[in-house]
T-cell receptor, first 112, second 109 residues
Framework: DVKVTQSSRYLVKRTGEKVFLECVQD?????MFWYRQDPGLGLRLIYF???????EKGDIPEGYSVSREKKERFSLILESASTNQTSMYLC???????????FGEGSRLTVL | DAKTTQPPSMDCAEGRAANLPCNHS???????VYWYRQIHSQGPQYIIH???NNETNEMASLIITEDRKSSTLILPHATLRDTAVYYC??????????FGTGTRLKVLA
């Protein structure tokens, strides 16, 4: 069974802390994505990666960075967390241009 | 990418067919129609996609109008577990998906 695993389901961090959200997929997919989901706003794309060490900005990249050192792993980094980054973060992977997205369970981050 | 319009909410009786509409009047020739759903507190789940022809799989059927300006997702025998938010997306690239606010389907016992 295909799987996208996010490292933490729930996190609570302080303003200014550095936060790492990890995502691993076991499907050998080329593409990986990070979204955030907020009530009334749907899912918004933060960053995506179409290959190892490659990354592209999505619609809302400000305040975030990413790392993809290995094909199966895609990390989202909040260099200095702020309260407006409190959200549900969803990782996904896909293969090819039009492949379906496989999502993880999500990581709910609260920044105090 | 083409935008989609979906009703914010719908109810369906358990065991009946749920028909979820989606308008995408600005869809271009190479854009696919995708449907995903999100059950509370989980990540979205792929349901089905199509380009021009109607499609069916074990979960649902997708009916696309001949002019491709609208589509309908059909859950043939809705169960309580189908209660979820359903997203209709049109795109020619997975990294250009726009998830709107979708349709909140409530299946009633």
């Amino acid at each position: 069974d295909v799987k996208v695993t996010q490292s933490s389901r729930y996190l609570v961090k302080r303003t200014g802390e550095k936060v790492f959200l990890e995502c691993v997929q076991d499907m050998d997919h080329e593409n990986m994505f990070w979204y955030r989901q907020d009530p009334g706003l749907g899912l918004r794309l933060i960053y995506f990666s179409y290959d190892v060490k490659m990354k592209e900005k999505g619609d809302i990249p400000e305040g975030y960075s990413v790392s993809r050192e290995k094909k199966e792993r895609f990390s989202l980094i909040l260099e200095s967390a702020s309260t407006n980054q409190t959200s549900m973060y969803l990782c996904a992977s896909s293969q090819g241009y039009t492949g379906e997205l496989f999502f993880g369970e999500g990581s709910r981050l609260t920044v105090l | 990418d083409a935008k989609t319009t979906q009703p914010p909410s719908m109810d369906c009786a358990e065991g009946r067919a749920a028909n979820l509409p989606c308008n995408h009047s600005t869809i271009s020739g190479n854009e696919y129609v995708y449907w995903y759903r999100q059950i509370h507190s989980q990540g979205p789940q792929y349901i089905i996609h199509g380009l021009k022809n109607n499609e069916t799989n074990e979960m649902a059927s997708l009916i696309i109008t001949e002019d491709r300006k609208s589509s309908t997702l059909i859950l043939p025998h809705a169960t309580l577990r189908d209660t979820a938010v359903y997203y209709c997306i049109v795109s020619d690239r997975s990294y250009k998906y726009i998830f709107g606010t979708g349709t909140r389907l409530k299946v009633l016992a």
